[in-house]
C-alpha cells in the first residue's frame, strides 16, 4: 500500500505505513533482518522525498553501516545503500560527501561487474553530476564522455 501512495507521491500517506511495517519487522524479524533493513531504507527515501533530510540521512547512515557489517562492502545491497546515501548528500548540497560515496560506488561497480556493465555507467553519470553541481566541469565532461562512448556501444547510436 506504502508504494501505491509513493508512486503518487502522497508521501505523508506513504510514510505512516512505513513508519507501522518498519516497527512490525523490527518486533517480528529483529533490526539486522534483511526485510527490515529494506523497510528502513524505504521510510529513508520517502523522508528524503519529503525534504526530511536529516531524518531520511540518519536511516540511510543506519542502513548502510549494517549491509556493511553484515553482508560486506562489495555487496549489491551495499552499494545500493551508499548510492541512496549520496542522493540524499546531494539534494542538500553536501557535494564533498556525496562525492566520496559516488567515487566508492564507482570504483566498486567497475571492479565486480566491469567497466560496460550498465549499473557502472550509471554511477559514472551519477558521478559526473556531482562533478557538475560542484563547478568541476573538465572532470564532469571527461566522465561524461566516457559514459556516453561506453553507453553507445552497449546500445546503439540510436537508442533513448
Known sequence: MSSFYAQRGLWNNAKVIQ???LEKRKQSHGDDHPDTLTSMGDLASTYSKQGLWEKGETLQDVVLEKNKQLLGDDHP????????????YSNQGLWKKAEALQDVVLEK???LLGDDHPNTLTSMSNLALTYSNQGLWKKAEALQEVELEKSKQLLGDDHP
Open 19 to 21: 513508519e507501522v511495517v
Open 77 to 88: 545491497d551495499t552499494l545500493t545503500s551508499m548510492n541512496n546515501l549520496a542522493w540524499t
Open 109 to 111: 561497480n567497475k571492479q
